[in-house]
């Protein structure tokens, strides 16, 4: 079965640009969860979708934003990017609430 | 928010010692999973372990959920142990602790 897969890997953007990573899930998993690692912050929790629902949501700005299509696929943005923005982005799917599995993540640099 | 609390902050090893990493968490949880982060950012799963003791090779963890803690084991270290240990619990979201950083010397 093949794992998560995230999309690009790496990514160098300037401030006030916006981006979109996107995140393919384990085939039969219908939640997709997204989390920032920054060295100050540590792993910290964005946002959950299930069945293209908005299921849970973590304390980020607005700027953070995320949808879910109908094969679980699931992408987020960022608008108007800031320099404390470059961080690792993580997906992870599971089943509903359940084991977690990852992918490899999409690098973020802020210039 | 629920915190989640690990223990020891970082960790050095002779290779083929035994270690133990501790995860601390303030209030009953539905999930609880051991990471391993490699130096490029994956996150490998270890255990899924929401109460009770598992074993995998090497490695094992018990979760006293009553007790609100879990624990980690690695006996007989590699240097390719190496790495930071993440502890993750979920009531609603996932909340990570900030980690064990493991390095093992030959």
């Known amino acids: 079965k093949a794992g998560v897969t995230q999309t690009p890997r790496y990514l160098i953007k300037t401030r006030g640009q916006q981006v979109t990573l996107s995140c393919s899930p384990i085939?039969?998993?219908?939640?997709v969860s997204w989390y920032q690692q920054t060295p100050g912050q540590g792993l910290q929790f964005l946002f959950e979708y299930f069945s293209e629902t908005q299921r849970n949501k973590g304390n980020f700005p607005g700027r953070f934003s995320g949808r879910q299509f109908s094969n679980s696929r699931s992408e987020m943005n960022v608008s108007t990017l800031e320099l404390g923005d470059s961080a690792l982005y993580l997906c992870?799917?599971?089943?509903?609430?359940?084991?977690?599995?990852f992918g490899p993540g999409t690098r973020l640099t802020v210039l | 928010g629920i915190q989640v609390e690990q223990s020891p902050p970082d960790l050095i090893l002779q290779e083929g010692a035994n270690s133990t990493l501790r995860c601390n968490f303030s209030d009953s949880v539905n999930n609880l999973q051991w990471f391993h982060q490699n130096p490029w950012g994956q996150l490998i799963n270890l255990f899924y372990i929401p109460s009770g003791t598992k074993q995998n090779g090497r490695l094992s963890a018990t979760t006293v959920a009553t007790e609100r803690y879990s624990l980690l084991y690695i006996s007989s270290s590699q240097t390719t142990d190496s790495g930071v240990y993440f502890c993750a619990v979920q009531v609603h979201d996932m909340r990570f602790g900030a980690g064990t950083r493991l390095t093992v010397k030959p």
């Open positions: 085939s039969g998993h219908r939640s």
């Open positions: 992870a799917s599971s089943l509903p609430y359940n084991e977690q599995f």
